[in-house]
């Protein structure tokens, strides 16, 4: 859970996202941006690390991994290439 606390301190949230690849798991499409409002629940990240975005006026939980940060600050930036690492 080292990785959850460590993202849930480093992120800025709510941040734009684009959708950088395509995964079973989730709804979004290559190139789609997102709103990313939150991170999922610690109960939801025990293997990957899951973030919130709003879709279509609900909060839909799909992998950090999938996305990269548009416009945010230096420190969601890093976090987020921290993770992808």
Do not use: N
């Not at 789609?32 to 939801?44: N, S, Y």
């Not at 279509?56 to 992998?63: D, F, K, N, S, Y």
Request: glycine share 8%; aromatic share 12%; with cysteine.
């Amino acid at each position: 859970m080292g990785w959850y606390y460590y993202l849930d301190d480093k992120l800025r949230f709510p941040f734009r996202a684009e959708c950088i690849t395509k995964r079973p798991v989730s709804r979004l499409r290559v190139g789609q941006t997102v709103e990313v409002t939150g991170m999922a629940l610690e109960e939801e990240c025990e293997h990957e690390m899951f973030v919130l975005i709003d879709w279509h006026g609900e909060g839909l939980a799909v992998p950090l991994a999938q996305l990269k940060p548009i416009g945010a600050d230096a420190k969601t930036e890093e976090a987020v290439a921290d993770w992808h690492y």
